[in-house]
Every structure is written in structure tokens, then in C-alpha cells.
């Protein structure tokens, strides 16, 4: 495995892109403006520019700490999932009475994207592949006959019949639902959405980190901007709302990406509709093909650093990258010899209900939408305009849902954060182990419906 990853550079494969754009200068000086966005990822850029769309004439201006996307907007797997609720069954223990209606709007979102990409000429790989959930162990096939029973659109594949799709030998059974997911390369997806905003009027400024939030003024080390409203679109960084702080967590997911496969390689795997695979397991991995034909295989270990710590050094760790590169080749053992390219980490932000949450501060003037726990790709749009019904006081489909309007239970400070979130990840692995048994901390989770879904 260590020659595997010998040539692997220490980068993000969708950031070491020679389509790039030039940073943006930073804000200098003070500014006014009737919208102000906080965060350049997915949930900023979107509400940027769904705000242009929806209210032309409102002046925006967004700033971004770094640069635009350079967060987990651009580092992720690519995996653009209708689901609103981080999956069918999060939704159906959730919001039973109101998940028909939220399966519906973010199918809706989904196709918005989609469209929106085409009408851009965002050239991002955009591609409605669906994606498959492969059994790998025998109490995963009784999992996912649970969920087929209840949920329409899924196909349940035998031994056989998902081996065709994606040939490894330890797949057992498989989901598949063919219209649910689209696959994206992430940062050109952001890039893009940035261009749109810049040729819409909105000013950008990048490297611009924002110190403080106080009765419609935020300050930077260099200027401010004065706002009539803002959207607060930070996800895993800290909150400009401190009450919101421990609503969320950051957790660090790693991934890898081999060099392009051989079409003799490529063949003896099939995976002829491209579509985005992930296992059943509690701890699961992540993969899909590249536009060249590599392959990006991450997830699986999540890491949690007292006190919520986030360092860029905590995006490149030899013992889980080597551990990866392992469960991958056993996964694929007839692509032995294979080598890896890129290897690199992020942040993502995970709430106790395991999506996305949304609500108001200052008297309605600020607006908010974090939680995404690693399914933020497509859901990011639908929390933007979220963000803008709130802050301009419309009455929508989806200001009357009560995922909406329902707030998470919050983490509890250190040291028992840090102490509960590790005995969960050791509880799931164990469960992974042991045929899918919870034990009693997961049980109790599960009953106060609080936890967090790796």
C-alpha cells in the first residue's frame, strides 16, 4: 500500500486545476450594501446569486476568508443528492408526515441545478448518473430490503445484478436508485456559480475573513460592510452567532485519487453507467469516476479534534490515507498496482440531526443555514433560498415545513463533546462489525434521535 500512495501529492485533485480563477482582491475600506453574504462555498454563491435572481436589484456583496469554493465546496466528493433530510430513512424518522413533500422539493432542487449549470454553460461534468449502495456484509441485504420496501424509485439488486453494475468482489447486494443523484466535478461547480455572481453585479472579496457581526456591521482587519441584511453561510467554521456554536461540529473527512485507469482497467471493473457508489456500513466509503477515468474513493474514518479544532494540518494524516488505500484495493483487488495521485482532507459540519438547519438572528436581519453533514452539494441551493425567505419575510412552501423550522438539540461543550462524539464513532464501528447490532449508547441515541450519521 505505501508504494500505492509514494506519488501521492498532499493536494485537492479539483483544486489542482489549471482552470483556476485568480483570486479576487481583498475589501479595503468600508462599504454599504442592501444584502451582505458571509462564506464563498456552495451556501454563500447560492445565495448570492438565487438573491439576483429572485431580487435584481439588490446590491450584494459576499465575502470569503480564503477563496471562493477553496473549502469543502471544492473538495468534496462530487455527490449532487436530492435528499434535503441526509437520505430517505434520516426523513422518514424524522418528518414521516411532511417527507413525501420534501422528497418532491428536493427532487425540484436537483433538476434547478441541473438547469441552472446548463443555462450558465458551467462546464463542471455535470452528469445524472444515480448512485448505488453496496451490501458488503450479510446484515447490510436486510437493510436495504427494509428500505426498498418503503421507498419508491429504488431498484433491490441481487449478488449478481450489482456485480454487473460495478465489479468487486465484495459486494453481496445492492440499492439502486437511478435518478436520485447527479455527479459534479465540485470546485468548477463553485467557480462557476462565482462567475454567474460576478456577472450579475455582486461584489466579491476574497481573503477577507470577517471578525465580527454586530447591528448589521461586519468588520474585517481592513474595512467593513454595512448591511441592510446578511446571510450567514460559514457551515463548519465558528459562527459569527456564537449561539450557534454548538449546533454543529467539524469533522474531517480524507480521500484519495488514483491516476486515470487504462480502459483494460476500466473494464475489468464494468461501472458502465458511472454512477456514485457507497456501502452500506455505518463507517462507509464514497467512490466515483473522474472525467478522466480516475477513481475518487474517500470517507470512512471521520476525525474529531477536541475543542472543535480546525488546522489545515489536520488535512493530511499517513496512517488513515494508508488505511484507505487498503480497503480500497480490497475492494477492487484486480486494479493491484494501481497508484494514487492526490491525497488531501476537509471540514465538514455535522449536526445531531444529521442535515441542515436554518433560522434568523438581530430581529429577522441576519439569516442562517448550516448542518449539512456532508450532503451539502445540491441541499446548499434550497438552504439559500431558505436563508432569502427568511430575511425577506416571504411565506413559501418551504418556510411552512417543519424541518424548517425545527432547530436541532446543540452538542454538549467539552470535554463531554469530544467524549461522546468518540464513543459514538467507536459504537458504529463496532456495530459494523458485529451483523449491525446497536448497542446501548446507540440505542439511547436513537430513541433521543440525536447522534451523528458518518
Not at 441526509?86 to 433538476?111: D, I, S
Not at 460592510?225 to 474531517?252: E, G, H, K, M, Q
Not at 484486480?334 to 494514487?340: I, N, V
Request: hydrophobic share 40%; net charge negative; charged share 20%.
Amino acid at each position: 500500500m505505501t508504494s500505492a500512495l509514494s506519488e501521492a501529492e498532499p493536494l485537492v485533485f479539483w483544486l489542482d486545476d489549471k482552470a483556476a480563477p485568480s483570486p479576487l482582491p481583498p475589501l479595503a475600506g468600508a462599504e454599504t450594501a442592501d444584502l451582505a453574504v458571509v462564506g464563498g462555498g456552495y451556501t454563500g454563491l447560492w445565495t448570492a446569486l438565487r438573491a439576483k435572481e429572485r431580487y435584481p436589484d439588490l446590491d450584494i456583496v459576499l465575502l470569503e476568508a480564503y477563496t471562493c469554493g477553496s473549502a469543502a465546496s471544492g473538495r468534496n466528493g462530487g455527490f449532487c443528492d436530492a435528499s434535503l433530510t441526509h437520505g430517505f430513512a434520516n426523513g422518514l424518522a424524522r418528518w414521516p408526515e411532511e417527507l413525501p413533500v420534501l422528497e418532491r422539493v428536493g427532487r425540484e432542487n436537483l433538476e434547478a441545478i441541473g438547469e441552472t449549470i446548463a443555462r450558465l454553460g458551467i462546464d463542471c461534468d455535470w452528469r445524472r448518473t444515480g448512485e448505488l449502495t453496496v451490501a458488503t456484509a450479510p446484515h447490510h441485504l436486510e437493510e436495504l430490503a427494509s428500505e426498498a420496501a418503503v421507498r419508491g424509485g429504488v431498484t433491490l439488486l441481487d449478488q449478481d445484478a450489482v456485480r454487473a453494475e460495478v465489479n468487486s468482489p465484495t459486494y453481496l447486494g445492492g440499492l439502486w436508485d437511478a435518478s436520485g443523484t447527479a455527479l459534479v466535478e465540485p470546485a468548477r461547480l463553485a467557480w462557476g456559480l462565482r462567475e454567474a455572481c460576478l456577472e450579475l453585479g455582486v461584489r466579491i472579496y476574497e481573503n477577507t475573513r470577517v471578525r465580527q457581526l454586530r447591528s448589521g456591521l461586519l468588520s474585517t482587519a481592513m474595512g467593513s460592510v454595512r448591511a441592510d441584511r446578511i446571510a450567514v453561510a460559514t457551515n463548519a467554521f465558528p459562527s459569527l452567532l456564537r449561539r450557534l456554536r454548538l449546533y454543529t461540529v467539524p469533522v474531517y473527512d480524507l480521500v484519495l485519487v488514483t491516476e486515470p485507469l487504462s480502459p483494460a482497467q476500466l473494464a475489468t471493473i464494468g461501472w458502465q453507467r458511472r454512477q456514485g457508489v457507497g456501502d452500506a456500513s455505518n463507517l462507509f466509503h464514497y467512490y466515483r469516476l473522474t472525467r478522466d477515468d480516475r477513481i475518487l474513493w474517500g470517507g470512512y474514518i471521520p476525525l474529531y479534534y477536541y475543542g472543535s479544532r480546525i488546522n489545515p494540518a489536520l488535512e493530511q494524516r499517513d496512517d488513515i490515507h494508508l488505511l484507505l488505500a487498503q480497503h480500497f484495493f480490497e475492494t477492487f483487488p484486480q486494479l493491484e498496482g494501481l497508484r494514487f495521485t492526490h491525497r488531501w482532507g476537509g471540514v465538514i459540519d455535522t449536526s445531531t440531526r444529521f442535515c441542515a438547519f436554518f433560522g434568523t438572528a438581530l430581529g429577522g436581519r441576519v439569516s442562517y443555514a448550516l448542518g449539512y453533514t456532508g450532503l451539502g452539494v445540491a441541499a446548499t441551493r434550497f438552504g439559500a433560498d431558505v436563508m432569502l425567505d427568511l430575511l425577506y419575510a416571504e411565506t413559501t412552501e418551504r418556510t411552512h415545513l417543519r424541518m424548517v423550522r425545527e432547530r436541532p438539540l446543540p452538542f454538549p461543550p467539552e470535554p463531554l463533546r469530544a467524549a461522546a462524539i468518540h464513543l459514538t464513532r467507536h459504537s458504529m464501528s463496532r456495530a459494523d462489525t458485529n451483523a449491525g447490532h446497536r448497542n446501548l449508547w446507540l440505542r439511547t441515541l436513537d430513541r433521543l434521535g440525536l447522534g451523528l450519521d458518518f
